[in-house]
């Protein structure tokens, strides 16, 4: 056999045959949200009007307060969630046996909207202060998202978002009030958080302890570290933790658009470094040398081996990294929103952003939406608190975390986490 | 480019992997390193390449002494290998997996894609090798991978590469392909370095042959050698190349397989519409390349599988939606593929891995309680029955070589009233010696009256043992051929190729 048959296996790529599987899982989950719809508009109806306000008393461009009538429109809507889920039914019944993402998405806007309709019965929800609460919310999810994208693209599992947020936000509380100079309390932070990674990269890469536990002890390690020097140093010199915050630079032109702008572009330069962040992080995982190198120790470490990247080198400096950019998120507490360091303040922050990458599969985009997406559920959360909402404020409370399981068990399914994810590289 | 190794020698603790090897592989020359599995081919190719250090010796490239500290360092010094296990990251693309390492960039180290795709094709086209640069590793055929491999050693202009069991995941077609491929590199200039245990495949290609065993160079054979003559300077003694068995004397259809599906958890059929009957004391060999649906079929008789549709009988009885409990009690003895990773617990002994699937009741269970005594006895009785070599029954099971490991799976699975064996690949890694205890075995099984079913990518190990042959392709059985169907046309129906294997 010197001769060589013509090649009898394509060399196309394998496409498997999908076997049609139903999932009932979106219908049933939007039949119960059509059925609370529907105890909204005629169980439990809510008479009267209510306003949308669409711009706050500075905004250059003044749009009319958005009025509807409260009853009416429950109605109105919950008939189309009910056809929505419908719909969905549909699809997994006689069509391709999976609802698609985009009946989710609308489905979820207009139970929003009804919701927030029945809440605010003869009251008035402020938009714009609603979507300035989501951002304000989000900075610090879609930072520690990026920095856990970046971690665990490289195969380091990094639960210590939640002490590398808290430490950014303690080093840049004390670093600012002694200089007086939030540039450079903005790279304390960065430096602090890098520090906390410093630490899970040596444990989780050089002495190979699980990345897991590292993380956590991390987490309750930075807790326990700020809260006493918050008590022991800080409430007794109060000037220690009274840094200079960014001032608000509105960009001219993009922050008069209606709604949006002052939104997005009437913010300090942490929001701006966010936006370029999310950018640079995407392009750089999926363009650039760096992006590759890494997402391949992250997926197979003996492969990047092989052809000359130093595995553990390129995961240690990728950890600090990842670090850095979390800090940033752990700046804005102190140097933009809260404005000085307060015990615990990042309160599970770090925990959601965690929930963020898996929600948004290790994408930097997508993490950073479902930052968006917890922020909004946060802070809804605390709007509903102030204009008084029926529902009682302890189930209001658990709003966001509840939308976390649901986006994260229910929506996500199978989602496939970078294959070297949490496992040390041992070289034989 | 004129590789040398000089006196390699590398020691894990006490035992030492190579014993002052020495190689000389000259440019246009394939040289064969034959031997078998454990005897330290890979570790001295691994030495070469910069994954391992040596304890002495030198290796020498054009007369000149190299220190590699790493794989780079081989790499920049005009090695490539291409491993058993492919080194490829299954979710990049051909071309990413091509540059990775030595990427082109333009401006702050953004990947010059377009550069990487031209240089895949031009390499790819040079050979005649028609792989699509933009294609997603993953979703290639395994034949098609291996060539990514040999273009990411081409890429950085090697000129000594390495081949590491090559053919071990290959159709018989897609291997003679990458003997022509190994042949046109070869008039090309470059060295090459092939290390095999196969020796149809040895003296196809080879023009010089070095035999190791035990970490030793036993010497050199020329290509024109016999097998029988290879084999037994490979394993040291005279071998059985083929073993005797009586024709078969098959009884009723014992085991009915109809209409099989298994669907994986990204929703994909694994296994499609798959019907076969097995008869009371004959073996039915399920033949074809690893990743075909074989491992998801032997996992579905045992009740693995949990999204599994159609039937399985076994005189009767149904076994799908049977737990795996009910299924072993129904006496079904498996032979799982990855001894190490499913057949056994590492860190037990002997005696309690053999007693693994039998934790429920007497004997070796009695109101809860180990029945220590017994379980003492029954393992040394298995010990001398199966030819065990370990110190005692307390050794633990992950300090045997695989030969032995091997046996303390098969006395365990033999040692049940069975109604039906199933071994995936019962010999991969085995060393020739227990290979050959291995087939005795299943084939006693066969003739006493047990319905048999080989799973093995090994064509040897399929044609040893079959009486019929059951041809996997992409999830579905190709055909269901007599045992002494010639070789070449089972390569063809590994392949997919329906035409001509009517049975």
Known sequence: ?428 | MKLELRGITKRFGALVANDHIDLTVEPGEIHCLLGENGAGKSTLMNVLYGLYQADEGEILLDDEVQHFAGPGDAMKSGIGMVHQHFMLVPVFTVAENVMLGHEQTRGPGVLDLAAARARVREISDRFGFDVDPDAIVEELPVGVQQRVEIIKALSRDAQVLVFDEPTAVLTPQETDELMAIMRQLKEAGTAIVFITHKLREVREVADRITVIRLGKVVGEASPQATNTELASMMVGRAVELTISKAPADPGADAFVVSELSVVDPRDQYVVKDVSFTVRAGEILAIAGVQGNGQTELTEAILGLQPRTSGSITLDGVELVGKSVRRVLDAGVGFVPEDRQEDGLVAEFTIAENLMLDRSVGEPFVKVGTLQLRELADFAQEKLEEFDIRAQGIDTHAGRLSGGNQQKVVLARELSRELRLFVASQPTRGLDVGSIEFVHTRIVQARDAGIPVIVVSTELDEVVALADRIAVMYRGGIVGIVPGDTPRDVLGLMMAGETTGAAA
Do not use: C
């Open chain 1, 1 to 428: 056999m010197t001769t060589t048959a013509p090649a009898p296996a394509a060399s196309a790529p394998i496409v498997h045959e999908k076997a049609l599987v139903r999932s009932w899982k979106t219908p049933i989950i939007l039949g119960v949200f059509a059925l609370v719809a529907l105890l909204m508009a005629f169980v439990f109806p809510n008479s009267g009007e209510t306003t949308f306000t669409l711009s706050t008393t500075v905004d250059a461009i003044q749009l009319a307060p958005l009025v509807v009538p409260t009853q009416i429109t429950v109605i109105v809507v919950a008939v189309l969630l009910v056809l929505a889920a419908l719909g969905a039914v549909a699809f997994v019944r006689f069509g391709p046996g999976r609802a698609p993402l985009w009946i989710s998405v609308v489905f979820a806007v207009l139970f929003l909207f009804a919701f927030l309709t029945w809440v605010a019965a003869d009251k008035n929800i402020p938009v714009p202060g609603m979507l300035v609460g989501t951002l304000a919310l989000s900075v610090p999810l879609i930072f520690g998202a990026l920095g856990g994208v970046i971690s665990e693209r490289g195969g380091v599992v990094n639960i210590a978002i939640e002490g590398q947020l808290l430490f950014g936000a303690f080093s840049a509380a004390i670093i600012g009030s002694i200089t007086g100079q939030p540039v450079i309390a903005l790279i304390a932070a960065m430096v602090g958080a890098m520090l906390v990674s410093f630490v899970l990269a040596a444990f989780s890469i050089k002495y190979l302890v699980d990345q897991v536990i590292v993380g956590v002890v991390l987490n309750v390690l930075v807790v326990g570290l700020t809260s006493f020097f918050y008590s022991k140093v800080l409430t007794s010199d109060p000037s220690l933790n009274s840094p200079v915050k960014f001032p608000i630079w509105p960009i001219p032109g993009l922050s008069e658009i209606p709604i949006l702008g002052p939104v997005l572009f009437r913010q300090t330069v942490i929001v701006y470094i966010m936006y370029i962040a999310v950018f640079l992080v995407w392009f750089g995982l999926f363009k650039t040398r760096w992006g590759l190198r890494l997402r391949a120790v992250g997926e197979h470490p003996q492969a990047a081996d092989t052809v000359g990247i130093n595995v553990n080198r390129t995961r240690f400096w990728n950890v600090a990294l990842a670090g850095a950019v979390v800090g940033i998120g752990g700046a804005y507490y102190t140097l933009d929103v809260v404005g000085q360091f307060g015990k615990e303040m990042t309160n599970g922050a770090g925990f959601i952003a965690l929930a963020a990458v898996i929600f948004g599969r290790w994408d930097p985009i997508r993490a950073t939406l479902a930052g968006l997406l917890f922020g909004f559920a946060t802070n809804l959360q605390s709007v509903l608190g102030i204009i008084g909402s029926p529902v009682p404020s302890d189930f209001m409370l658990m709003l966001p975390y509840v939308v976390t399981i649901f986006a994260v068990a229910g929506l996500v399914g199978v989602s496939r986490a970078p294959a070297a994810d949490g496992t040390p590289y041992i070289k034989s």
